[in-house]
């Protein structure tokens, strides 16, 4: 029996039927390359015996109304690998619309909270971008959605590492056990012993929290702090979200990144969210929507390398500006470098559990309180805490194998927020910068105009570069 953290639990409790919290990839496969030929059979079996070998795949939550403390993941002893994979084919011309369509379905649908949370589709007739692929074997798409109370950006890219191998005929790993069992006595009892000592956890918490507002506020007065929150000017996609989805994708070349960052002598990152706020400034700019202040975007941080507490999501955030009332391309990637500089300075002087710390004393009912709080605030047009989410997760640059069949892709794709209705989430692999977008069509319908305004970014930077 494991006991959720505090963070993970929370991603529990803010959950609505608006406000799904799981993520979710896209991963575009060459099945040319899987030995003997790929069938769906033969794809199912391989899962099933890649699972053993990943208790995160068969574990439940299990909670009671006796339980004072977070939820506890259990064994599922029911669990059947046919529940959670599923098999479609996509309406001709099974085109990129068709597959971010069906996607943008699935992503706006709840998990079952009774069975491990997870869920993986095949979708097959899907017609690749390479035409020598298509006539080779033929692409599928594998959209896996994780709840985010069971995955961080760092866990879950590890979690799809165990899926995925660096040659095509792998053999499965060994099995690995799971947390086992536990009654509701036990999640009660042990429970009641975590509530009770939570106000000793205070001893540390108070003072850590202490002593960064008032170094956030000596930064602040020299110019050395990251954007504050509620300062971000709102835009179209800072609303309440439906619970609809849709989503788009874009792939660059990353030999194109590193050779701006070269040029420029800034980092990957800085490149990165040069890019996205190019095209959000486009974007916004066409539609005449362009606020005169920077759009700000939060930015997750891991903190798996200076945190010592349990959990499957070890993460901070830092806030970012885009710097998109900068006309100029290199200007603006010049001025997010330095910005980036001076917020990452202030996130490391943040102890790195903090936000960990106090989402252990909050219960379910405080979060759900302060959404619906929140959520209200909305309606009446109070300021947004940031504008949108942008992440960047680092993967694998030889090539990968899931299941047999080659990754071409993978496209990231992480929640959105009421007041936040869109994410950016991006994926270096094999190469290649795969970029996914998140929002709902009620607030972004034309979310296309956005991924392929990144190729348009990307040809500017670039260009800048050669000069």
């Known amino acids: 029996m494991q006991r959720l953290s505090g963070l993970d639990a929370s991603f529990l409790y803010l959950e609505t039927a608006s406000q799904p919290l799981h993520v979710c990839s896209i991963l575009e496969l060459d099945t040319s390359t899987v030995p003997g030929g790929y069938t769906f059979d033969h794809l199912r079996d391989g899962l099933e015996l890649r699972i053993k070998a990943m208790p995160e795949f068969r574990e439940r939550i299990a909670d009671n109304r006796f339980n004072l403390d977070h939820p506890v993941w259990l064994e599922d002893n029911d669990f059947d690998v046919d529940r959670h994979l599923h098999r479609i084919g996509l309406p001709s011309p099974g085109g990129r619309n068709e597959l971010a369509e069906i996607c943008g379905h699935i992503a706006s649908l709840p998990l079952d909270r009774s069975r491990p949370l997870w869920e993986m589709w095949v979708i097959e007739n899907v017609c690749g971008t390479s035409d020598e692929t298509a006539r080779a074997g033929g692409r599928i798409a594998v959209l896996t959605k994780v709840h985010h109370a069971a995955v961080d950006g760092v866990t879950g890219a590890n979690l799809m590492s165990k899926l995925c ?7 499965a790993p060994d099995p690995v056990d799971g947390p086992g069992g536990g009654s509701d006595l036990e999640i ?7 509530f009770a000592t939570r106000p000793l956890n205070l001893v540390n918490v108070v003072p850590n929290t202490l002593s960064t507002v008032i170094d956030t506020v000596k930064r602040a007065r020299t110019g050395q702090a990251m954007a504050p929150p509620f300062t971000a000017p709102k835009t179209v996609f800072n609303a309440n979200v439906t619970g609809r989805r849709n989503i788009a994708f874009a792939q660059l070349d990353l030999d194109d990144v590193k050779t701006v960052k070269n040029h420029f002598g800034v980092k990957v990152n800085d490149v990165v969210m040069a890019l996205v706020s190019g095209v959000l400034r486009t974007f916004l700019a066409e539609r005449g929507q362009l606020p005169d ?20 999501n070890q993460v901070s955030g830092m806030f970012a500006k885009l710097e998109t009332s900068i006309e100029d391309p290199v200007e603006r990637l010049k001025a997010i470098a330095s910005a980036n500089s001076v917020a990452k300075q202030h996130s490391s002087a943040i102890p790195a559990t903090l936000l960990q710390d106090w989402t252990q004393f909050a219960a379910p009912a405080v979060f759900g309180a302060a959404m619906r709080v929140y959520a209200s605030s909305r309606l009446s047009g109070a300021r947004p805490v940031h504008n949108l989410v942008v992440s960047n997760v680092p993967g694998p640059q030889g090539p990968l194998y899931m299941l047999g069949c080659e990754v071409k892709a993978m496209y990231p794709l992480g929640p959105i927020f009421h007041g936040s209705g869109l994410n950016v989430t991006v994926m270096s692999l094999s190469g290649n910068l795969d970029i996914g977008i998140v929002s709902c069509p009620e607030l972004v319908p034309d979310l296309w105009d956005l991924a392929d305004a990144f190729d348009l970014a990307m040809k500017e930077l670039l260009a800048a570069a050669k000069e």
């Open 293 to 312: 202040n920077s759009l700000v975007a939060m930015v997750p941080v891991s903190v798996h390398e200076r945190s010592d507490r349990p959990g499957r």
């Open 188 to 194: 009660a009892v042990s429970g009641a012993v975590r």
């Open 165 to 171: 191998t660096t040659e095509a005929e792998a053999p």
